[in-house]
């Protein structure tokens, strides 16, 4: 039988440059293909990260195919087996028992922030759907799936599986049925508000959970009037109705002004009105006549999908703040967002405040916010905080 020694020297392992060394000890857990210098790891596989002196570094998940060919699970020199996977699992759901109250839709597994990377899990109600987003946890998605029935006895498992960045693992777009069953509508509560959920055809895996926190922080100050741009499903529309005495929830998307419908039906909820529209005529042909609110939320999808788009995505994210600052009555509340990664907080603000100057607006910042506690931001990751929030009063 080999020593242990020598089976240690059989395991896959791979080299990487001072470059990669110093990214690692900076506190990233990505390493770039380009910092790779040798390996010998196959598809997925967890390996040994070493420096070009030959010294431990951790252990990670190789990809073959990505850019981000090695993603750090731990510093520690440990076997990556099913035991690790279920203790970290548990880890995960123990925190999240912490931090979500009144919810029954909540992420369960926030990929690098739970040091497993690449993995999604999102639970609702009686359900998860999951993502397996690099070819390591492709490559373990049974033994995953097994782990979340034993820890969770769930009714069904899906796979959304139909994010682009697989691509880039060299892995096929999928959604599929991976356990029990799961029903083409889920019903869960966030922050107590019930929600019926597209768990195979909704955004991301079923519903924007990222924003839960914010909602129920909005709802606390609202008041009055209310106006809800880019509501999606409702989302915070009517967590602001028991606040206001009638909201306007305005949609792009006919098929989410539907869905914002059904779930106002499904809560009894009779002082909100749902229309099919462009957010930023509504505001122009609002500021253009005169009227006024108390509160406003803007909560677009991400202007800025990649580097090259920021200088577009600032003028969108400063015409929409503009109009909406006009449209404030005195006292009142915007609650604006971003969920571009590309604009930061810093230049988030810098964008709202130009807006205010042009806006002739003098406003304070009464909360500064991002995603939901469920979804962790790690320190040294930047990736992991992409949810700017601002919750801003007209003096």
Partial sequence: MSSPSVARQASPQAVISTRGAERLHAGHVWVYRSD???????????????????????????????????????????????PFLAGRIRSAAAFRSSVVQDSEAFRLI????????SLIVDRYADYLVIQTLSQATERRKSEIVEILVEQFSPRGILERNDPKVRLLEGLDQKVSLLYGE???EVHASMNGIRFCFDLFHGQKTGGFLDQRENLRAAAALAHGEALDCFTYNGGFALHLAKQCTQV?????????????????????????????????????????????FDTIVLDPPAFAKNKASVEAARRGYKEINLRALKLLRPGGYLITCSCSHHIPEYLFFDIVGEAAMDARRSVAVVDRRTQARDHPILL????????????????
């Fill in 248 to 292: 306007e929830a305005l949609d792009l998307s006919p098929l989410a002004v539907e869905a914002g419908r059904r779930n106002q039906q499904l809560n009894g909820i009779e002082n909100v009105t749902f229309r099919d529209a462009n957010a930023f005529d509504v505001l122009k042909a609002y500021d253009d006549s005169g009227r006024r």
């Fill in 110 to 117: 926030y990929s690098e922030a739970d040091q497993l990377p």
């Fill in 380 to 395: 040294t990751v930047p990736e992991t905080h992409y949810i700017k929030c601002l919750i801003l009063r007209i003096l």
């Fill in 36 to 82: 790779v210098r040798s390996v010998t790891g196959g598809t997925g596989d967890a390996v040994r990260v070493l420096d070009n002196r030959n010294r431990f570094l951790g252990m990670a998940f190789y990809s073959d195919r990505s850019q981000i060919a090695l993603r750090l699970l731990t510093r520690d020199d440990v076997t990556i087996d099913r």
């Fill in 182 to 184: 799961v029903p083409t």
